[in-house]
């Protein structure tokens, strides 16, 4: 099947948690649940803004993917939260 230009971008996320037993909440951007793992979460989701929690009713991390990327809870809590590629600040991106 040939993909349009209307067809979802997907990209990959990767997000690790400091403690290999917290879990990590991934919400879209009217925070509700997308997906939950344990220690690492590693998904394909569409280009948007999303949140991030570590473990349920703690603070929410805001991200906006618009490319494959990986987080460590670390880089989210000290401001890492949206990507760029003229910011040497962001978080790492694959390729």
């Not at 220690?39 to 603070?59: K, N």
């Not at 987080?71 to 989210?76: G, H, K, R």
Request: hydrophobic share 30%.
């Amino acid at each position: 099947m040939r993909k349009t230009p209307n067809d979802p971008v997907y990209r990959k996320l990767i997000i690790t948690a400091s403690s290999p037993i917290t879990d990590i909440w991934l919400g879209d951007d009217d925070c509700h649940l997308v997906q939950k793992e344990t220690g690492t979460l590693e998904t394909s989701i569409m280009e948007g803004r999303y949140t991030v929690e570590f473990g349920l009713g703690t603070p929410k991390y805001p991200i906006h993917v618009t490319q494959d990327v990986r987080y460590t809870e670390a880089q989210l809590r000290e401001g890492f939260h949206i990507p760029s590629a003229n910011s040497r600040k962001s978080a790492k991106s694959f390729g």
